[in-house]
């Protein structure tokens, strides 16, 4: 089974940006959507983006015109680049496929803090 490490968070303030990464311990060409998802404290995780290997896109309402998510398909990596961030976007965020599979295991995530 594939793996996923996420890396890049940290803590800023409102209107900062910092870019998430993400490297696969395998090939994600064969995962044709993949993902970053997202859990904010206390409530439930969602999916944030992700990145079809067409390279279509989908966002989160919240994040549009903010976020973009890209994929290395040769490196087996994942990025989200996040800007003008805001409180709400406090949370750990995690890459992974799209749609999960019940059995796929999460990885450690990486802590997003924004905040004056």
């Known amino acids: 089974q594939v793996q996923f490490v996420e890396s890049g968070g940290d803590l800023v303030h409102p209107g900062g940006s910092l870019t998430l990464s993400c490297a696969a311990s395998g090939s994600i060409l064969t995962f044709y959507f993949m993902a970053w998802y997202r859990e904010p404290p206390g409530k439930e995780r969602e999916l944030v983006a992700r990145i079809g290997n067409g390279g279509e896109t989908y966002y989160l309402d919240s994040v549009k015109d903010r976020f973009t998510i890209a994929r290395d398909n040769a490196k087996n990596t994942l990025s989200l680049q996040t800007t003008r961030l805001k409180p709400e976007d406090t949370a750990v965020y995690y890459c992974?496929?799209?749609?999960?599979?019940?059995?796929?295991?999460w990885g450690q995530g990486t802590q997003v803090t924004v905040t004056v």
């Open positions: 992974s496929i799209f749609p999960r599979l019940p059995e796929d295991t």
